[in-house]
């Protein structure tokens, strides 16, 4: 590539560095980047191939790239600026200050990306969880994937997942009104709407943004959602976070990635024990057999983050708040099956039936304690948001 052309490229890419980063650095891997059967995995595997960088990451990386790259290129790479704009982004080489240092450790031996453009706020240094999960997840895996989220958020622990539908989306949304909040590990470049429910105006991608969370992506920002692709967030997921909680997931579930990842860097992974017969239970199952440790309630994802050198904020509950008898705002008979059937949804018809009630007085109550935010309404039916009592009614 020519001096001037390069120059050029760098001074475009110039505001959308985050801090620390050279744009000298990543115009030139942009640029490098652009031509098919180019990756920048790639790059990472030669240099650990040869044993590692001589000198930093960025000034390695460099001295790589330059000399394969040409004009076209640089005006390749210049197209691609106005998308991250748009979203907002920032973006970071290995190595650099607005890097997370989490998935910098031992690079390139382990599979750090080479850079990360991020949307909104950048994860925080410590302490973190990765809760992934099935996409078609039960009502119960959802249940519990929100319950454990909304717990390690309440003690100021962040909640970190792949963004996903089912066990992803549900700790997410869970995760977002505590303390320790919720980023997204995308599988797809920022310009691309995908899951499109969760990239659409206010759905949940949005939503996180507005809760001082973050979206990251290793990708361009056009790459689209193809399944390696997809399967290679695992990873960062897994990098970022001190301890891994797989909920449900069949035999070859992404989430066994997450978890293998995580294992490899030295990271202890948890599992929600489940229920032998269902394909979704396969995952966590293997794991447990392989020896991680049972995850059952709150407490244990929280006690697993002590001890393993990551101080949880003492002065917050460390389990979500509980549904009780005394602050309920449905009638006894339709709380006590929902109470019961917990986290698993139960139909509106199937609360009729059961709580002998009619079907009027069932529905209303049910309206009200979804706006007292007691009652959350799903595709499968009604669950109560918080764990119940035990014993309450």
Known sequence: MSGTAL??????????????TQPAVLAALLAWAVRPRRTLEGLRRALAARGGPDGSPAEALLAQVQEHVDDQDAAAASR???????????????????Y????????????GPVLLATSGARPPTAPTVAVVGARSAS?????????????ASAAGVHVVSGGAVGIDAAAHRAALEGPGGTSVVLG???DVGYPRGHARAGGLFERILAGGGGLLSEQLPAVPPKAGIVRARNRIVAGLADLVVVVEGGPRSGALLTAGAAAERGRPVLAVPGDIRLAGSAAPNRLLA?????????ADLLAALASDRVAVAATVPQTPARTTGAMTVLPREVHRELAAAWPRAV???????????????V????????????????????????APEPGGR
């Not at 691609?80 to 607005?98: E, F, I, N, Y």
């Not at 392989?290 to 709150?298: D, F, H, S």
């Open 7 to 20: 120059w050029r490229l760098a001074c475009e890419v110039e505001e959308l560095v985050a801090p620390g």
């Open 139 to 151: 009502s119960y895996g959802t249940g519990i994937a929100a319950w454990l989220a909304e717990a």
């Open 363 to 386: 529905l209303a109550a049910l309206t009200r304690a979804q706006v007292a935010g007691e009652v959350v309404g799903r595709a499968d039916g009604f669950v109560l948001r918080r």
């Open 347 to 361: 139909t509106g018809d199937g609360l009729i039936d059961r709580s002998g009630l009619p079907a009027g007085t």
């Open 100 to 111: 997370p240092a989490r998935l910098a450790e031992d690079w390139p031996s382990t599979d």
């Open 290 to 298: 392989e020896g991680a440790g049972a995850c059952t309630e709150p």
């Open 80 to 98: 691609l600026l106005p998308r991250w704009r748009a979203r907002g982004c920032r973006v970071s080489v290995v190595g650099d200050p607005g």
């Open 188 to 190: 797809c470049g920022h």
